[in-house]
């Protein structure tokens, strides 16, 4: 069974740094690109990140280009989402997603919760 | 950017109806990379449809995708209790991969 299952999340005040831990299991996690999707409070939905299989490529939007970084150890099956110069819009909960490979995100973990608020 | 606006906004129906909701991009979103997905409340979405047209794994066939181009549709042919939910498209055909603003079918 896919497994993800994010970590990390928690109240940071703006300008401050936090990092996101998705571990995964029941695939081979080097096999997939991954990506984070977050969901602000009673909002929709936004792709956050995405990485390549060998992590050697990694896209963002606007929004978060310059601040986020996202990386994976493959020895290790995790993705990590480091979020620096954190501004209250980020405040959503984060999902880590596999990124299937006929297309669309086809696992989903619970999300983690990050609040920026002072 | 592509934008993608779905309509309507809220679906109001009755168990046993048929639920057609649209996806309508800004930019006609090449070979179908289109995906349809259902989040009910506190869980993490999961994904219907992808390709536009093709159900993923373990979803129930009266779920069913149609479009092309600039116009997609989702389809429930009849509506189980446990389908009422939020439902969102997203093109992965161009970066940013983007959603729609999503669909809530509730009962009516």
């Known amino acids: 069974e896919v497994q993800l299952v994010e970590s990390g999340g928690g109240l940071v005040q703006p300008g401050g740094s936090l990092r996101l831990s998705c571990v995964a299991s029941?695939?081979?996690?080097?096999?997939?690109?991954m990506a984070w999707i977050r969901q602000a409070p009673g909002k929709g939905l936004e792709w956050v990140s995405a990485?390549?299989?060998?992590?050697?490529?990694?896209y963002y939007p606007d929004s978060v280009k310059g601040r986020f970084t996202l990386s994976r150890d493959n020895s290790k099956n995790t993705l990590y989402l480091q979020m620096n110069s954190l501004r209250a819009d980020d405040t959503a909960v984060y999902y880590c997603?596999?990124?299937?490979?006929?297309?669309?995100?086809?696992?989903w973990g619970q999300g983690t919760l990050v609040t920026v608020s002072s | 950017e592509i934008v993608l606006t779905q309509s309507p906004g809220t679906l109001s129906l009755s168990p046993g109806d048929r639920a057609t909701l649209s996806c309508r991009a800004s930019?006609?979103?090449?070979?179908?990379?289109l995906a349809w997905y259902q989040q009910k409340p506190g869980q993490a979405p999961r994904l219907l449809i992808y390709?536009?047209?093709t159900r993923a794994t373990g979803i129930p066939d009266r779920f069913s995708g149609s479009g092309s181009g600039t116009d997609f549709t989702l389809t429930i042919s009849r509506l189980e209790p446990e389908d009422f939910a939020v439902f969102y498209c997203q093109q992965y055909d161009r970066s940013p991969r983007t959603f729609g603003q999503g669909t809530k079918v509730e009962i009516k």
């Open positions: 930019q006609s979103v090449t070979s179908g990379y």
């Open positions: 990485i390549h299989t060998s992590g050697s490529y990694t």
């Open positions: 029941g695939f081979t996690f080097s096999s997939y690109a």
């Open positions: 997603a596999r990124v299937g490979w006929m297309g669309g995100y086809d696992s």
């Open positions: 390709g536009a047209s």
